[in-house]
């Protein structure tokens, strides 16, 4: 039987048109724009006005996508919806998506945090590598805003609202999808939490008084989580694609913290430059982030054909998931029998000793934490001094 791979064939987003900058949330909480930029790099994000869902915003991402790839909603088998911020409990936002979109196809919603979509690529891929499939729209999508508490100063400067998609198809050609990680440790849930509106805790007075249906986040417990498992799963997603870290040539990392970037792309190796960054704009848009950015670097052009790419994410769960994709049509090997018979050798030594090199980073980095020098301040500026007041 021949192997079967997943391309990506097509690529959409849509960013809500509302912008709410930083100086406009110096109007609203006790923070100001240099303490923000400082600590998360964060300028501005995008908020859902009247009228916009997160069906919607699917929809509007979802089109551009199948354009791209040249096909109408009735080509595609399968609709897998990553998100956290669904509209509604039921009805799934998977099957809205599918009804606004027109397709006629199963559609279901996969919920990981920020890592979603990053869960539901590895999943659409699954699809199509058995046969099952032969085209599946992935979607990643969250409209975070009214789960935000506008007067908690450590969340509400990090989110944002947004969808990305992309089109993955059938192809024999050994493109595409090369490898995925995903894991997930139920251990630290409390720390990245909405602790209402669901069966533990329903919606009631009480549950509104208490603002437990509003993101809650332990910002030092979930940086220290991010900046030791953003290289591991990068790694071992290079790893079981049969390549080193020097074949990486572009990295799109979860959008959460600019720190939290450097310091993933710090351990691994690689230059900013082969990093993709652009939580400036958008802030942490969680399942939408890596699909969002993913469109903008290609309209950038950083894409080429034969590149390869490492997706990686961490995210509520606590989770995390990494996946190499190789863009396009692959280059043609070079027949060099005795290169190729050796190459497997190769590979495992370059990726043991990225292996080393990546933990030493990783305990230097710890140490210096420990002084309180390097990754201080963390995620949020929880227990740190206060910002000045804005006059």
């Known amino acids: 039987m021949t192997e079967r791979y997943s391309q990506i064939t ?3 987003k849509y ?5 709410l900058t930083n100086a406009d949330l110096e109007k609203m909480v006790d923070t100001s724009d240099e303490w923000i930029v400082t ?3 964060i300028r501005e994000r995008h908020i859902v006005g009247p009228g916009e869902t997160n069906a919607t915003m699917s929809v509007a991402a979802a089109r551009q996508a199948l354009d791209v790839a040249g096909l109408a909603p009735k080509d595609v088998d399968l609709i897998v919806v990553a998100t956290s911020s669904p509209d509604h409990f039921l009805p799934s ?4 998506v599918q009804y606004q979109l027109g397709a006629e196809c199963p559609a ?3 919920t990981a945090g920020c890592t979603g979509f990053v869960y539901a690529l590895a999943t659409a891929h699954q699809f199509i590598a058995t046969g099952a499939y032969q085209r599946v729209l992935v979607i990643g999508s969250e409209v975070i805003s009214p789960f935000v508490n506008w007067q908690d100063r450590d969340t ?3 989110f944002g609202d947004g969808a990305g998609a992309v089109v993955l198809e059938a192809s024999v050609q050994p493109a595409g999808v090369l490898s995925f990680v995903l894991g997930s440790d139920g251990s630290g849930g409390e720390h990245l939490i909405i602790r209402g509106g669901g069966s533990v805790y329903p919606p009631s007075h009480e549950m509104i008084e208490d603002k437990a249906m509003y993101i809650e ?3 030092r417990e979930v940086f220290k989580f991010a900046t030791r498992i953003l290289g591991e799963a990068a790694l071992q997603a290079v790893e079981r694609a049969g390549l080193t870290l020097d074949d990486v040539d572009l990295l799109i990392p979860h959008q959460a913290n600019l720190r939290i970037i450097e310091l993933a ?3 691994l190796g690689l230059p900013m430059q082969k990093v993709v960054v652009n939580l400036d704009r958008y802030g942490n848009t969680s399942a939408a982030s890596i699909p969002i950015a993913l469109v903008e670097a290609l309209e950038e052009g950083r894409i080429r054909d034969g590149m390869n790419i490492c997706m990686v994410a961490f995210g509520g769960g606590l989770t995390w998931a990494a996946a190499v994709v190789r863009w396009g049509q692959p280059a043609q090997p070079v027949e060099w029998p005795l290169v190729w018979r050796f190459a497997p050798a190769g590979q495992k030594l370059s990726m043991a000793a990225a292996r080393v090199r990546l933990h030493a980073r990783q305990l230097a980095d710890v140490a210096s934490y420990h002084a309180g020098s390097l990754l201080l301040p963390l995620y949020t500026f929880a227990g740190l001094r206060k910002p000045p007041r804005n006059k």
Do not use: E, K
Request: proline share 7%; with cysteine; charged share 5%.
């Open 156 to 158: 509400c400067v990090l």
């Open 108 to 110: 279901f919603a996969i």
């Open 10 to 12: 097509g690529w959409g």
């Open 39 to 41: 600590r998360t790099g």
């Open 265 to 267: 792309a710090r351990h």
């Open 93 to 96: 936002v998977a099957s809205q």
């Open 217 to 219: 986040m332990n910002g």
């Open 15 to 19: 960013a809500p048109p509302q912008v």
